[in-house]
């Protein structure tokens, strides 16, 4: 397949990459990277809630506690629960979709009837509920579940690409030298789906960040004393009136990862195929 | 007329199906609880001085004893009646709870969803009048900004800017706790409005950026055609050429954007309702995840689903009618 690079969008790709690796690098380092410890309580009292200053550029919060080194450890669980999650969304909707796809007929239709029931349910109301009933999931737990609840758009899309892509010449050819079933799907048919998984991945990596927090700050996500973004975020929630700094530095990181994200999805998606429908796209994000 | 009867007939495949996604939702739904650890008698009535057989006793009396297809037959059966059980932190039926917060709900997001969709729009048009200038740059930059934001977090900087900062409006809740009752007609509607602004807007601004991404890109695709061209040709002012010619033709995929942004809504509306105490659907369903009140977090979810599916419908329906090319589909 070939790649559409306009300049503009080489630029735009290449200041979401630069911020994406910036930020990675901070949290793979972040012991280097932390002035303090994060969960250090130095002085409960004399130290508690002081607004952002030199010695402390984020503040701390009410245990007494940097912020700015809160947030850098915590863009670690940040990060990696978003990448794992998506990574299992990913397998699980295309080979969903790609199964759906080849096999058509009845099988299909059932397929398909689930995912579209699983897209009406509003996928944080199903994930408060699924948290709700499992009261306070180990991290790993959490992770699956974010994957677990994030494949049905994609694996729409998969179908529906593999759906037109198994009526082409160069399948029917694959079928006639006699390869398998499984062979055509996973040799010949899926690697020209790579381009909807690759944006698919990029776009849904902000997307789990945002989703992540927003669990955190509900207090169902990353429990405590681990931090993510959003439980740093909701740590702060009660105080915005006295004690902003806490809940508005880690959003900050969040909006900033999340538009790198989308960016570089955006720019692969108009260099890979520029015909892309940007509705289709909105499936994607629910 | 064969159009009308073809409409009749999408709306009801169309309904048919709704049904159908609605009973997948409730199996999904009815599959988690049972996969859950325990039942309400040993999490909800763990106390020690209630023996194992009077806890068999109330399994007896709840059904829980029954083949687990039988109480999966009865629980449909409830649910299509509208029977989601008893919640047990209101201490009243779990219909009448949601019947109070629906109301809420949709007023929230109607109020939301007519402001993002008309800002989001009117925001696109401006951006694609003059395509990669400063306005259009800014302009993107800006819905870039907040389609990438945490709904929850947008809503408490909301809150710390215009309730802290500049104490324009109310904190949290939708009427004033103590003042309301005593207030004439007209100033009980204002407060009710004053309490509306920070939610609604802060919703408004989540889908609203959304739809002027998309509704930008579709106004540009629409552009470089030949009509467009040959209404400027005829000599039809460039404002007009805009608003009547390229929206109307640009607006289709946005009706099928209202389809899709019901569900992104109503998840919104989950944290803004939380932050700014808004007694609505989310707010609802979030106070029965903290006080363990299962009836009332699943019939939410299952109210809230069909809810979003409905409403997709009306989206498809509407896309119908906009759309004669879609009839016969």
Same mark, same amino acid.
């Given at each position: 397949m070939r790649a559409h690079w306009t300049h503009q969008v080489m630029r735009r790709a290449t200041i979401a990459c630069v911020v994406l690796l910036a930020i990675v690098v901070v949290a793979v380092l972040a012991p280097v990277f932390s !002035?303090?410890?994060?969960?250090?309580? !130095?002085?409960?009292?004399?130290?508690?809630?002081?607004? !952002?200053?030199?010695?402390?550029p984020f503040g701390t919060d009410s245990y007494s506690r940097d912020v700015l080194s809160r947030c850098i450890y915590g863009a670690r669980i940040s990060l990696s629960v978003a990448a794992l999650a998506t990574t299992i969304a990913i397998t699980l909707g295309t080979l969903y979709g790609a199964i759906a796809g080849y096999v058509g007929g009845i099988t299909d239709t059932i397929m398909m009837r689930i995912v579209d029931a699983a897209l009406a349910i509003p996928r944080v109301l199903l994930l408060i509920a699924i948290l709700a009933l499992w009261n306070g999931l180990p991290l790993w737990l959490l992770v699956v579940v974010l994957g677990g609840t994030g494949w049905f758009g994609l694996s729409r899309m998969v179908r529906a690409q593999v759906l037109s892509l198994r009526e082409l010449d160069f399948v029917t050819a694959a079928r006639a030298v006699g390869a398998s079933g499984p062979r055509i799907l996973l040799r010949h048919i899926l690697p020209n789906v790579v381009p909807t998984i690759i944006v698919a991945a990029t776009l849904g990596i902000g997307h789990v960040i945002i989703l992540e927090a927003g669990l955190s700050y509900l207090g169902l996500g990353v429990q405590p004393p681990a931090a993510s973004w959003g439980s740093i975020i909701q740590d702060g929630a009660d105080q915005l009136g006295s004690a902003w700094w806490i809940s508005l530095f880690p959003g900050l990181l969040i909006v900033t990862t999340a538009i790198a994200c989308n960016s570089l999805g955006d720019a692969l998606r108009s260099a890979l195929d520029?015909?892309?429908s940007s509705v289709a796209m909105a499936e994607l994000d629910s | 007329m064969a159009s009308a009867s073809s409409i009749a007939g999408t709306i009801a495949s169309r309904l048919a199906q709704a049904v159908v996604v609605v009973a997948i939702v409730t199996t999904i739904v009815f599959v988690l609880i049972h996969l859950a650890p325990g039942d309400p008698f040993t999490s909800a009535?763990?106390?020690?001085?209630?023996?194992e057989a009077v806890r068999a006793r109330w399994r007896a009396m709840y059904g829980l004893d029954q083949p687990l297809w039988i109480q999966y037959v009865r629980y449909l059966a409830n649910v299509a009646r509208g029977n989601f059980g008893w919640s047990f932190s209101m201490h009243r039926p779990v219909l009448n709870v949601l019947k109070d917060a629906l109301p809420n709900t949709l007023l929230l997001t109607g109020t939301a969803l007519v402001l993002g969709f008309a800002g989001g729009i009117g925001i696109a048009v401006i951006q694609a009048t003059r395509p990669g200038s400063v306005v259009d740059r800014a302009l993107g930059a800006g819905s870039m900004f907040f389609y990438a934001m945490p709904d929850f977090w947008l809503a408490l900087m909301m809150m710390m800017i215009?309730?802290?900062?500049?104490?324009?409006?109310?904190?949290?809740?939708?009427?004033?706790?103590?003042?309301h009752e005593f207030m004439s007609p007209m100033g009980g509607l204002l407060d009710r409005l004053r309490h509306l602004v920070l939610p609604a807007v802060t919703l408004a601004l989540l889908s609203g950026a959304a739809v002027a991404r998309y509704q930008r890109a579709e106004l540009l695709r629409v552009l470089p055609d030949d009509y467009v061209r040959t209404a400027r040709a005829k000599g039809v002012g460039e404002s007009r050429v805009m608003l009547v010619h390229v929206l109307r033709n640009a607006l289709l995929p946005i009706v099928s954007l209202l389809g899709l942004s019901l569900p992104v809504l109503f998840t919104g509306a989950v944290f803004v309702e939380r932050v700014f105490a808004w007694p609505g659907m989310g707010w609802t369903i979030l106070n029965a995840v903290g006080t363990r009140d299962y009836p009332l977090v699943t019939a939410g979810v299952i109210v809230a689903a069909a809810t979003v599916t409905l409403g997709s419908l009306a989206a498809d329906l509407l896309y119908a009618v906009v759309d004669p090319r879609i009839r016969g589909h």
């Amino acid at each position: 397949m070939r790649a559409h690079w306009t300049h503009q969008v080489m630029r735009r790709a290449t200041i979401a990459c630069v911020v994406l690796l910036a930020i990675v690098v901070v949290a793979v380092l972040a012991p280097v990277f932390s !002035p303090y410890d994060p969960i250090a309580q !130095p002085d409960i009292i004399g130290l508690k809630n002081l607004a !952002p200053s030199l010695s402390h550029p984020f503040g701390t919060d009410s245990y007494s506690r940097d912020v700015l080194s809160r947030c850098i450890y915590g863009a670690r669980i940040s990060l990696s629960v978003a990448a794992l999650a998506t990574t299992i969304a990913i397998t699980l909707g295309t080979l969903y979709g790609a199964i759906a796809g080849y096999v058509g007929g009845i099988t299909d239709t059932i397929m398909m009837r689930i995912v579209d029931a699983a897209l009406a349910i509003p996928r944080v109301l199903l994930l408060i509920a699924i948290l709700a009933l499992w009261n306070g999931l180990p991290l790993w737990l959490l992770v699956v579940v974010l994957g677990g609840t994030g494949w049905f758009g994609l694996s729409r899309m998969v179908r529906a690409q593999v759906l037109s892509l198994r009526e082409l010449d160069f399948v029917t050819a694959a079928r006639a030298v006699g390869a398998s079933g499984p062979r055509i799907l996973l040799r010949h048919i899926l690697p020209n789906v790579v381009p909807t998984i690759i944006v698919a991945a990029t776009l849904g990596i902000g997307h789990v960040i945002i989703l992540e927090a927003g669990l955190s700050y509900l207090g169902l996500g990353v429990q405590p004393p681990a931090a993510s973004w959003g439980s740093i975020i909701q740590d702060g929630a009660d105080q915005l009136g006295s004690a902003w700094w806490i809940s508005l530095f880690p959003g900050l990181l969040i909006v900033t990862t999340a538009i790198a994200c989308n960016s570089l999805g955006d720019a692969l998606r108009s260099a890979l195929d520029p015909r892309e429908s940007s509705v289709a796209m909105a499936e994607l994000d629910s | 007329m064969a159009s009308a009867s073809s409409i009749a007939g999408t709306i009801a495949s169309r309904l048919a199906q709704a049904v159908v996604v609605v009973a997948i939702v409730t199996t999904i739904v009815f599959v988690l609880i049972h996969l859950a650890p325990g039942d309400p008698f040993t999490s909800a009535m763990d106390n020690p001085n209630v023996t194992e057989a009077v806890r068999a006793r109330w399994r007896a009396m709840y059904g829980l004893d029954q083949p687990l297809w039988i109480q999966y037959v009865r629980y449909l059966a409830n649910v299509a009646r509208g029977n989601f059980g008893w919640s047990f932190s209101m201490h009243r039926p779990v219909l009448n709870v949601l019947k109070d917060a629906l109301p809420n709900t949709l007023l929230l997001t109607g109020t939301a969803l007519v402001l993002g969709f008309a800002g989001g729009i009117g925001i696109a048009v401006i951006q694609a009048t003059r395509p990669g200038s400063v306005v259009d740059r800014a302009l993107g930059a800006g819905s870039m900004f907040f389609y990438a934001m945490p709904d929850f977090w947008l809503a408490l900087m909301m809150m710390m800017i215009f309730a802290y900062w500049f104490p324009l409006f109310p904190v949290a809740g939708s009427v004033d706790p103590v003042m309301h009752e005593f207030m004439s007609p007209m100033g009980g509607l204002l407060d009710r409005l004053r309490h509306l602004v920070l939610p609604a807007v802060t919703l408004a601004l989540l889908s609203g950026a959304a739809v002027a991404r998309y509704q930008r890109a579709e106004l540009l695709r629409v552009l470089p055609d030949d009509y467009v061209r040959t209404a400027r040709a005829k000599g039809v002012g460039e404002s007009r050429v805009m608003l009547v010619h390229v929206l109307r033709n640009a607006l289709l995929p946005i009706v099928s954007l209202l389809g899709l942004s019901l569900p992104v809504l109503f998840t919104g509306a989950v944290f803004v309702e939380r932050v700014f105490a808004w007694p609505g659907m989310g707010w609802t369903i979030l106070n029965a995840v903290g006080t363990r009140d299962y009836p009332l977090v699943t019939a939410g979810v299952i109210v809230a689903a069909a809810t979003v599916t409905l409403g997709s419908l009306a989206a498809d329906l509407l896309y119908a009618v906009v759309d004669p090319r879609i009839r016969g589909h």
